[in-house]
């Protein structure tokens, strides 16, 4: 039986020639995954150098690399700066986020993160959390519900689902996939069925995992761990995401602020190495159609 890969990285070369790696630096993949991010890391390092890779999922740890120049940390990014701390590190060379979703969550029945799958609406990267997709369903007001589906899902339908939701679930459990979809697909118009079912799973899995917040976290956190040179590169796969690492590389914040000195100039702690956003190039999304919609930024701490 073929067995289906934990995680293909997306814009692997390009990630790790924007973090130019050094052979003695200290990097941080905050989405170990599959580490397939960190192998590439990791070759070239050398005895002096040390990767350290984050996973909220403790299954990531399974495929953990077995050497002394790397170190597996079981926790959200959001606590970055806690544990690099912890762990005595006064400053990184470099750190990397892939913010997808990967194949093991998206194959894994039993996550319930796809439409595809008639699983329980599980949805938690970190099985340990107590928030799931259904409790949610089942307990979120009718104005939360619609503020999720259409803030995170940017769904135009968002307070007629929510609506159709809420009153669903007085008479039953919305407890698998099917049960969700069965209430919201009369209010999806044909062609756009399947998009729009990604655009609710997608809302409903940013809100159980909090990843917004936590991503605005690690983007501060960034500021307080790299060294002056260091650099950040952040794989995005949706427009929310992105802006908020925009934003964060332009002006050193999530929501964009400008600041400027006495003179009128623009002061940020990071310079774009790439101005135009990298994206995957054909043969790529050929090998990894779930590439298709990822979106590099890479930057370097001024000063």
Avoid: C
Wanted: glycine fraction near 8%; charge should be positive; hydrophobic fraction near 40%.
């Amino acid at each position: 039986m073929k067995q289906t890969p934990y995680h293909i990285p997306a814009l692997l070369q390009p990630t790790i020639d924007g973090l130019a790696v050094k052979s003695d630096g200290t990097y941080v993949d905050v989405t170990y995954g599959g580490g397939g991010h960190s192998r590439a890391i990791m070759e070239r390092l050398g005895a002096d150098g040390h990767l350290y890779g984050m996973d909220r999922d403790m299954d990531a740890y399974s495929g953990a690399i077995r050497d002394e120049r790397f170190t597996f940390i079981h926790s959200n990014f959001a606590y970055l700066s806690n544990f690099m701390r912890y762990y005595g590190v006064a400053g990184v060379d470099g750190i990397v986020a892939d913010l997808g979703v990967s194949f093991h969550h998206f194959d894994d029945e039993s996550r319930g993160f796809t439409f595809r799958h008639d699983a329980p609406l599980d949805m938690r990267m970190n099985r340990r959390s107590q928030l799931t997709a259904a409790s949610l369903l089942a307990t979120a007001s009718e104005e939360r519900l619609a503020d999720i589906l259409y803030l995170y899902g940017e769904l135009k339908q968002a307070r007629r689902m929510a609506a159709a939701i809420v009153k669903a679930r007085g008479t039953r459990d919305i407890a698998t996939a099917n049960d969700l979809i069965d209430i919201i697909k009369p209010l999806i118009k044909p062609a756009a069925e399947k998009k729009e079912l990604a655009q609710v799973f997608q809302a409903l899995r940013i809100e159980v995992n909090g990843e917004l917040s936590a991503l605005r976290r690690l983007l501060e956190a960034s500021l307080k761990v790299l060294k002056p040179g260091g650099r950040l590169a952040i794989i995005s796969y949706h427009s929310l995401e992105d802006r908020m690492v925009k934003n964060f590389i332009r002006s050193g914040n999530v929501d964009g602020k400008v600041e400027k000195d006495f003179y009128g100039r623009v002061t940020t702690p990071l310079r774009a190495i790439n101005n135009k956003v990298i994206v995957p190039d054909d043969d790529e999304v050929a090998r990894n159609p779930r590439s298709r919609s990822a979106k590099l930024r890479i930057a370097e701490k001024i000063g």
